[in-house]
């Protein structure tokens, strides 16, 4: 069984421009989460999809943060414009309805100069 | 809120011994999960053990032990014998028993070095 993926592994970016990070969950997950580990500090939640519902988007930093679930499968993570306060690792997580593990991602590697 | 405070940033332990990881948690809500991961140098992170708070015993799994103390709110990760492929970073985390709201709070990690 296919884990949870990534895409890309490493970006680097320019300020003011925009990128776009991919979780793959593992198929069937329903539960979708997204994290972000800011170097140094600890790794915090962002939000959490069931299936193609957003549940709870209390920990994006602001609105220049997008994501989306179309079809309950796989996410996207949109930063528009960039900041260099966004560098950092992006973690994404799933797990079944009902089952406490969340399986992580390797992650992606966010550099804004 | 929920917090997880892990106070060693750095630990450097010989190859065989046991080692003990500290985290401690605050929350209000009686009913809550405690997980450690670990993150090697790949940085993937890898789900260890789990303990609810309602568990009776202590939860291990192999090498890994938790030391659950409630009344204290501490849920120390123990690795016994250890072993170079277990120098990683380690992270204690939390999350509330709710459904429907399973999101992890995390401490800031502790960076565990097995020296040969």
């Known amino acids: 069984e296919a884990g949870v993926t990534q895409f890309p592994s490493h970006s680097v970016i320019e300020k003011g421009q925009t990128v776009t990070l991919r979780c793959d969950p593992i198929?069937?997950?329903?539960?979708l989460y997204w994290y972000r580990r800011v170097m140094g500090k600890e790794i915090k939640f962002l939000l959490h999809?069931?299936?193609?519902?957003?549940?709870?988007e209390s920990g994006m930093p602001n609105n220049r943060f997008l994501a989306e679930r179309t079809g309950g499968t796989y996410s996207t993570l949109k930063v528009q414009p960039a900041e260099l306060e966004d560098s950092g690792v992006y973690f994404c997580?799933?797990?079944?309805?009902?089952?406490?593990?969340?399986?992580f991602g390797p992650g992606t590697r966010l550099t804004v100069t | 809120a929920q917090k997880i405070t892990q106070t060693q940033p750095g630990m450097f332990v010989q190859e065989k011994e046991a080692v003990t990881l500290d985290c401690t948690y605050d929350?209000?809500?009686?009913?809550?999960?405690l997980f450690w991961y670990k993150q090697p140098s790949s940085g993937e992170m890898i789900f260890l053990i789990y303990?609810?708070?309602?568990?009776?015993q202590n939860a291990t799994e192999g090498r890994y032990s938790l030391n659950f103390q409630k009344a204290r709110k501490s849920a120390n990760l123990v690795i016994s014998a250890s072993q170079l492929g277990d120098s990683a970073m380690y992270f204690c985390?939390?999350?509330?028993?709710?459904?429907?709201?399973?999101?992890?709070?995390f401490g800031t990690g502790t960076r565990l070095t097995i020296i040969p």
């Open positions: 997580a799933s797990s079944q309805i009902v089952a406490y593990e969340q399986y």
């Open positions: 198929s069937g997950h329903d539960n």
């Open positions: 999809f069931v299936k193609e519902s957003k549940q709870d």
């Open positions: 929350t209000s809500d009686p009913s809550y999960g």
């Open positions: 303990q609810g708070s309602y568990d009776q």
């Open positions: 985390a939390m999350r509330e028993a709710n459904f429907g709201n399973e999101k992890l709070t």
